[in-house]
């Protein structure tokens, strides 16, 4: 029996070939659309479960109070967490202060690379579980003067060679051993690109701000990881330590509440405010898991809202079935056969979709998901997926076909009734309403994004370039710079402590006269040396900026125009503003530069004179030059002063342009799932237009007879359609309207959402609409009325 529905399905699918192609090829759409999206949700619900402490690792933050607002971050003080290990060890497993993850050289022989690092106590390695190829987990940062490295970087240093206890040296000018290699790091971890760790005392040794820090409470320039012991609660924990750092706060204002972050909300649960969690990437998880299922809602509600609309020509097979003894269940199994049978080939072609565009779909969401071919469990889902999708999509056609009244579909009196076409205007409104909700949704990001990027930046970002100062270039400032002036390359170049895309320090201690009592007020401190804003072209518009001819420089400020704001002084260039008790003259006001996020407020920010803090230098290549053979020269002249460093840059724009990265690939994501999704609904409506031509023949032929124009024909085929599109922007609208409202919120600096938005959109569906219907419409109504009538 199970054979028999099925050979009768296949027979009515090569029967309509065109209705079973628009079937297939839409839910094949809807189910590859939902697979990859799957497999997107899939990576970032696991991100970072490769470490096996997953439940149990923490990270220590702070939240603070300056400038009248409340951030937090991960950058916490050593006094804090040697109290935190000390006064809570019996809360802890296991233990690690760690820096920042940053760049350092690593050499053997001739072999050098350039890789991200982090030191570390020796718990860390225990800590993340990272699987030791060599060495031993526990001991491997023990010793000083010990390195782990990544397999990768093992084997670009040394090949297939061993490299367990090999020395190498470490940023030119210190030997190191390794005492481990560990596998790499899967991309979806926090800590994918940790290439090396070192040890933590090789920090204390090497830098002497780092050993001065175990001593002073305000420099909040660590990072603080906990695995929580079993069985202990991480809340309880959290709230032991909030008041660690109270007792030493600079003022009461300052508020300082330290709290425990675990690492299965790190990725998805990032973003803060007020001091508080306000979700972060897991509403993006939630919006496209919802796109998903509408997506594959809509290749759904094709099938049948075609299989509905042709229950007139299988009125008659359901009359005789049933005439001859066939029960209701039977013919519900028939048309759930079909449907079934119909997904089965959309599955085989989705599967195929997935393997051809997933290389694309990685680099267009910044992914790196392998189809999970080996994966027992991913087959298991995809079939009870499928089904489910069998199901949905053909539950409603198989009940509706199967409840019609044999005697008198068999006598002839079998009408549908005026109603029998409401349900399919509903679901044609449906998709619509889905679509037109995406195209608002992907022009608003697309606006949204080219607001930021067109909103001037306070600086000529063209042409300039950041490097890391070396060991080997420090106290060779003015003979590299002559040398690269020189060149005839190279307009200017300068060195500061932040590059222009970024703030690397923010500070408190600074005073002046009339400032608000026990306020504690928070600016962006960045050191340069005299030639910074001619280098990247900073605007002055009150007094001047650092100079050679003034030695009194080297005690004076240049403010942007969100700290003069911040300290209330409208004159404020001469003023004098003491910071860390030192008085120090204001000699100059720039425009605010975009140095962190491009839709937040620009950061109240000092720039001060100082060439030992300054740790980058910036380059701005001379206009008319080719860039390639510019960085050639300055190539060159970088491994004359420093031939034993790589040579490795950044180029401002670039780096700017990655602050919109995220923004960017949402907006391409929800590009591409708005196009498939017209896509699918308008395979729909070109099968339910072709459907109404076929239907409306003999009408089209008296018509025509009487005299009516294509046109006239044209438009009454169409209309209904476009009726129902009017219908669906006036429903898309106000949804779009109310989610997108609160997602522009979370931009200080945002568009402000227009009627032309949504105007521009349901133009746009309606356009679409008409060149889907016009083929089938047009087709009918130049057809040959003789044809049509000649049986009347």
Partial sequence: MIKNYFLIALRNLSKNKVYSFINIAGLAVGIAVAMLIGLWVWDELSFNKYHKNYDRLTQAYISQTFNKQTG????????????????????????????????????????????QGMFAQPAFPEMLSLRMISGDLKTALKETGSVVISESVAKALFGNGEALNKTLKLDIKKDVKVTGVYEDIPFNSEFHDLNMLLTWNDYLLAENWVKDAQTQWGN?????????????????????????????????????????????????????????????????????????????LLACINFMNLSTARSEKRAKEVGIRKAIGSLRTQLVFQFLSESFLVVGFAL?????????????????????????????????????????????SGSYPAFYLSSFNPLAVLKGTFKLGKWAATPRKVMVVMQFTVSITLIIGTIIVFQQIQHAKNRPVGYDRQGLLQINISPNLYGKYYPLRDDLLKSGVVYEMSESSSPTTGIYSNQIGFEWEGMEAGSLPLFGTIAVTHDFGKTIGWKIIQGRDFSRAYSTDTAGFVLNEAAVKLTGIKDIVGKTIRFNGKPRQVIGVIKDMVMQSP?????????????????????????????????????????????????????????????????????????????????????????????????????????????????????????EFVYLVILSCAIASPIALYFLHDWLKKYEYHIELSWVVFAVSAVTAIVITLLTVSFQAIKAALMNPVKSLRSE
Avoid at 626 to 655: G, M, N, Q, T, W
């Fill in 72 to 115: 937090s971050g991960r950058a916490v003080s050593l006094p804090s967490v040697m109290e935190m290990q000390t006064k809570y060890a019996a809360d802890f497993k296991n233990t690690s202060m760690a820096s920042w993850n940053f760049g350092h050289l690593l050499a053997n022989g001739d072999k050098k690379i350039s890789k």
């Fill in 220 to 296: 909040h320039s660590f990072q603080f990881y906990a695995q929580v012991a079993d069985r202990v609660d991480i809340e309880k924990v959290s709230l032991k330590i909030r008041d660690v750092e109270m007792p030493h706060a600079f003022s009461k204002t300052d508020n300082p509440r330290y709290f425990l972050h675990p690492m299965s909300r790190w990725h998805l649960y990032s973003d803060f405010k007020d001091g508080k969690n306000v979700g972060g990437g897991i509403q993006f998880v939630w919006l496209f898991s919802i796109i998903g299922v509408f997506v594959l």
């Fill in 348 to 392: 085989i072609l989705a599967i195929l979709l997935v393997a051809l565009t997933l290389p694309a779909f990685n680099e267009l969401s910044g992914k790196k998901v392998g189809f999970p071919y080996a994966y027992p469990m991913f087959w298991l889902a995809l079939i009870v997926f499928s089904v489910f999708t069998g199901l949905i």
């Fill in 599 to 719: 839709y937040e407020p620009a950061v109240p920010t000092v720039f001060l004179m100082d060439y030992e803090w300054a740790s980058l230098i910036n380059i701005k290549l001379a206009p008319g030059n080719e860039v390639d053979k510019a960085l050639k020269k300055v190539e060159a002249i970088f491994r004359k002063h420093d031939p034993d460093s790589p040579f490795e840059f950044k180029f401002a724009d670039e780096e700017y342009e990655a602050k919109f990265r995220a923004e960017e690939r949402i907006g391409k994501l929800a590009r591409v799932f708005a196009v498939l999704a017209i896509f699918i609904s308008c395979l729909g409506l070109f099968g339910l237009a072709a459907y109404t031509a076929e239907q409306r023949t003999k009408e089209i032929g008296i018509r025509k007879a009487l005299g009516a124009s294509v046109a006239q024909m044209w438009a009454m085929l169409s209309k």
